[in-house]
């Protein structure tokens, strides 16, 4: 049964406003950067505050496991380490990003009540800090990418330039998706741990420790995995390899669409968090 058109007016009209209302909060937020990169900074300090190497101890974990977890599996894989590790290596450290987005992203507002309960701050702002704080590690962890490949002499091509329009749709990817958990996680706390179990799964089912040839007919099952797209734009050019056009287009109507959805949706619902906490 179609709803008359009045309601179905009326139903856009809210979801406009609730839209430009979104829209209107990240242009505080942006105008107001020093904010939240004042915050994502501090947070990265003081996790390793007092520490002889700081925020290397970052990047010195991630090599750590990148290293034993190559070294096992390449045995068990039967894979030349050579060709192995570089591949483990890339892998890691975005998926990295990807899951610690999605993951803190959760506590986005949860960590920073005392200032939206206390301040005025724009309720995109506390979003941004936990994407500023990811990217910031992931700086410190790309420097073991280009020391595996010199150690390896594993070659680089042109395909590299592939790179820059990966990283944007992963960052836009993440965004919209840690602002949408962000809100629901603030209302249903039980969220963040579904959220963590859920990515623990993903882990395993995405070709991270594995490459998709691996799988031969069975690597179907990737074509419903999101997160093996987001992987695959990013980890081709590091590789050498031209991404798949198909992957570029998933990931851009994700983004599209997620942008579109969490508009009226943040809109409408982020407002509310200050209740919630």
């Known amino acids: 049964m179609l709803l008359p058109l009045p309601i179905v007016e009326r139903c856009m009209m809210q979801s406009n406003s609730y839209g430009q209302l979104c829209i209107n909060d990240l242009k505080s937020s942006f105008a107001g950067w020093r904010v939240w990169y004042t915050l994502a900074v501090n947070d990265v ?27 096992v599996y390449s045995v068990l894989f039967k894979m030349n380490v050579a060709e192995y590790l570089p591949y483990i290596s890339v892998t890691f450290v975005f998926w990295a990003i990807i899951s610690s987005g999605i993951i803190e992203s959760c506590s986005a507002f949860i960590e920073s009540e ?80 579904i959220v963590a179990s859920i990515m623990q799964i993903a882990f395993f089912i995405t ?44 990931c851009a109507i994700m983004a599209v669409v997620g942008c579109l959805l969490i508009l009226p949706f943040a809109g409408r619902y982020a407002p509310r968090v200050v209740y919630w906490l």
């Open 207 to 250: 070709p991270i420790m594995f490459r998709p040839t691996q799988l031969g007919h069975n690597g179907l099952v990737l074509m419903l995995n999101p997160f093996a797209y987001l992987l695959e734009i990013v980890r081709d050019p590091l590789l050498g390899t031209t991404p798949n056009a198909l992957a570029f287009v998933v």
């Open 114 to 193: 005392g200032l939206i309960l206390h301040t005025t701050i724009p309720r995109a702002t506390p979003v941004l800090r936990v994407q500023l704080r990811l990217w910031l590690i992931a700086l410190h962890n790309f420097a073991i990418i280009p020391v595996v490949f010199l150690v390896f002499q594993f070659p680089v091509n042109w395909n590299l330039l592939w790179l820059i329009p990966g990283l944007a749709l992963v960052a836009a990817n993440i965004l919209w998706i840690g602002y949408f958990l962000a809100i629901v996680s603030a209302r249903f706390r039980d969220v963040p741990q």
């Open 45 to 71: 300090k003081r996790r390793y505050r007092r520490s002889r190497l700081g925020q290397f101890w970052l990047t010195l974990s991630m090599a750590l496991t990148i290293g034993g977890l190559g070294l």
